[in-house]
């Protein structure tokens, strides 16, 4: 029992950034937007044409994973590219296509 006790000890700031990040993942949307994404950078208008909604609700699930530092972003004249900015993230992507996504 003693080595199970070794692993209880978790950092609460881990704790608080993984119930973050999970909890802006879980709306369809959001979680669609990041399936999409994978490891790519891509634009704003391309994302729109690959989930199927106006780019208004788009823009605001962007937002929303930006501000809980999922997304990452780039300027390019007038066109914005997303990217999963978190190497744990991909994985996590990773990870739920594997278990969830019944034809990936």
Do not use: W
């Amino acid at each position: 029992m003693e080595k199970q006790d070794e692993h209880l000890h978790y950092n609460d700031a881990d704790i608080k950034r993984a119930a973050r990040c999970l909890k802006a993942m879980s709306h369809p949307l959001r979680l669609k937007i990041l399936c999409v994404l994978g490891s790519n950078k891509i634009s704003v208008q391309d994302i729109v044409e690959q989930v199927g909604t106006s780019q208004s609700n788009i823009s605001q699930h962007l937002a929303i994973l930006r501000e809980k530092d999922i997304l990452g972003y780039k300027k390019d004249a007038n066109r914005v590219f997303y990217f999963i900015d978190d190497d744990r993230m991909l994985q996590l992507i990773k990870m739920m296509r594997e278990v969830f996504c019944t034809d990936c």
